[in-house]
C-alpha cells in the first residue's frame, strides 16, 4: 500500500458537490490523496467548472465519439495511466465504468450512494428517484453509503454508511438535502481509509 499521497481521478456527471468536498477535504489534509482528474460523460456538467476552478485537469468521455466501444475504453484507461491514477472515485456518474478500468482499477473504485444499501441501488436507481422510493416505502432510516465498484450498478463490497432518521415530513427533496450533507463527510472519509489500507476487503 502506498503511503505518499494517492492520485485520485474524479467521475461525475453533474453537479459535482461531491467532487467539492473531495477537493476541499484534499486541500485540509482530511483526506489523504490529490484530485488530479475529473472526468465527465457531459460537457455542460457543473462539476466541471469546480474542476477547472481548482485548477485540476478535466476530460470529457463521451463513447459516441469513438468508433467502437473496445476505443472508447481503451482511450479511457490510457488516460488514466497516463496522470498516474491510483484511486477512482464515481460521485454522482450516471453510467457504468467500462469492464477494463475496473478490472485494473480492481478494490480501488468507490462510488457514493444516496441510500442504505443494499436497499433502494441498482440500474435507474439515482437521485430523486431514490429519495422517492425511500419514502414510498416508509423506510424510517436512509442515508449515503460508500461502496467498491464492480461491473454491476451498486453491487460491490459496502464501505461505510451513515443512518439518518427520516421524517414524516420529509418529501424527496429534504431527505435529499439532509443526506447530500452526510455524502460530503462520508466520501473522503471512506476513501481515505481505503487509501490507508484500513478496510479488509472480502468480496472478489
Ligand atoms: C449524490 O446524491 C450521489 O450520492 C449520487 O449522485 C448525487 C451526486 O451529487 N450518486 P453531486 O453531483 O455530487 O452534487
Not at 473531495?22 to 462539476?47: E, P
Not at 464501505?159 to 463527510?185: F, M, Y
Request: charged share 25%; glycine share 8%; hydrophobic share 35%.
Amino acid at each position: 500500500m502506498k503511503t505518499e499521497r494517492a492520485n485520485i481521478a474524479v467521475f461525475i456527471s453533474g453537479s459535482g458537490s461531491n467532487l467539492q468536498a473531495l477537493i476541499d477535504n484534499s486541500k485540509s489534509g482530511k483526506l489523504s490523496g490529490d484530485i488530479v482528474l475529473v472526468i465527465s460523460n457531459k460537457s455542460k456538467a457543473f462539476g466541471l467548472k469546480r474542476a477547472q476552478d481548482a485548477q485540476i485537469d478535466t476530460f470529457v468521455f463521451k463513447k459516441k465519439n469513438y468508433n467502437s466501444e473496445s476505443e472508447a475504453s481503451e482511450d479511457l484507461l490510457k488516460k488514466l495511466t497516463e496522470r498516474n491514477i491510483d484511486y477512482i472515485a464515481t460521485a454522482g456518474y450516471l453510467q457504468l465504468l467500462p469492464v477494463n478500468v475496473v478490472q485494473e482499477y480492481k478494490n480501488r473504485i468507490v462510488n457514493i450512494h444516496p441510500a442504505l444499501l443494499p436497499k433502494f441501488g441498482g440500474k435507474g436507481m439515482y437521485g430523486e428517484h431514490v429519495h422517492e422510493a425511500v419514502l414510498e416505502a416508509g423506510e424510517t432510516e436512509s442515508g449515503p453509503t460508500v461502496h467498491l465498484v464492480d461491473e454491476i450498478y451498486d453491487n460491490g463490497q459496502i464501505l461505510e454508511q451513515i443512518k439518518i432518521p427520516v421524517s414524516g415530513n420529509d418529501t424527496p427533496e429534504t431527505l435529499a438535502e439532509r443526506v447530500l450533507e452526510q455524502e460530503h463527510i462520508l466520501f473522503s472519509l471512506a476513501l481515505d481509509k481505503l487509501i490507508k489500507g484500513k478496510y479488509e476487503i472480502t468480496h472478489g
